[in-house]
């Protein structure tokens, strides 16, 4: 069983060199990345939400995180706006809550959001209020996040970059290859 950063570095390290950015953040990915598979290991459900502009990027992410190809149980992931699409009419913290009862209900071993997108788009406030939630925000800097840049030029490579070492980590953490204590 291998330590958890170091196996992140050897992972970032197997790919090619265009991956390399991701060294120097690997500090600040180690702790989100860690809580967010432990908490699926767990068995709560991941819900993603994203910024319009990254819709893509989250229906990539559900056609490939359960692939059965990948000899792997397969855990719940899915897509917030697909099981309550009328998440874009919710603003007032009344509703938000209203929403988070019923989610409540819905997944009871439990969920954490799963962000990607502007730190000041009208879905942050739901995620910003699970103390949980699996933020990756463009833009700004924001507590227990991981920051990246809409004006990256590579920004959709880097994105998928991010989703493969996640699977890639949710996999060996699946298959106790992984040690998340040391």
Partial sequence: MKQFLKWTLENIREEDSSFSWMEEYRYEWAPLAKSAISQSIEGK?????????????????????????????????????????????MKSTQELQLV???????????????????GDHP???????NDDSFLWIM???????????SSDKLLD?????????????????LFGDL???S
């Avoid at 879905?123 to 209020?129: C, F, L, Q, V, W």
């Avoid at 833009?139 to 840049?149: G, I, P, T, Y």
């Avoid at 490579?157 to 953490?173: H, P, R, V």
């Fill in 100 to 118: 988070e009862d019923m989610l409540d209900i819905s997944y009871p071993n439990g969920y954490y959001i799963w962000y990607i997108g502007r």
């Fill in 45 to 89: 459900t991941a819900l993603i939400v994203t910024d319009e502009a990254h819709e893509w990027f989250a229906k990539y992410m559900v056609t490939h995180i359960n692939d059965v190809k990948k000899n792997r149980p397969l855990l719940p992931f899915y897509l917030l706006h697909n099981c309550f699409p009328s998440l874009t009419l």
């Fill in 157 to 173: 490579i880097k994105l998928l970059q991010l989703f493969k070492l996640f699977d890639n980590t949710l996999s060996a953490a």
């Fill in 123 to 129: 879905y942050t406030k739901m995620a910003y209020r």
């Fill in 139 to 149: 833009d700004e800097e924001v507590q227990n996040s991981f920051a990246l840049r």
């Fill in 179 to 181: 040690d998340f204590e």
